[in-house]
């Protein structure tokens, strides 16, 4: 499935937040990620983020698409060539 995930999170965490998502999905902009996960890859990505940040304060969201082929998406300024990274 395709996934894109988006953070706000207390500045003590911010710097593992990123980390984490980096570990899985290829970053867009400051805390916007995205890529192919499986399944079982996305569940193993939501308990470690749950782990990790503060439930009550911090906030990550979490997109997923059956397939990127039905994502249109609209970049506007710079672009990135990079390669997909599927898990």
Do not use: W
């Not at 894109?4 to 970053?27: M, N, P």
């Not at 805390?31 to 782990?51: A, D």
């Amino acid at each position: 499935m395709y996934v894109i995930a988006a953070y706000d999170v207390s500045v003590e965490r911010i710097t593992k937040v990123h980390a984490l998502l980096g570990q899985y999905l290829h970053r867009k902009q400051n805390s916007l990620f995205e890529g192919e996960l499986t399944k079982s890859k996305l569940e193993e990505l939501k308990i470690k983020l749950e782990n990790m940040i503060d439930l009550g304060t911090d906030k990550v969201i979490i997109y997923c698409l059956p397939s990127i082929s039905i994502l249109d998406k609209i970049c506007i300024g710079q672009q990135s060539d990079e390669k997909m990274m599927i898990m």
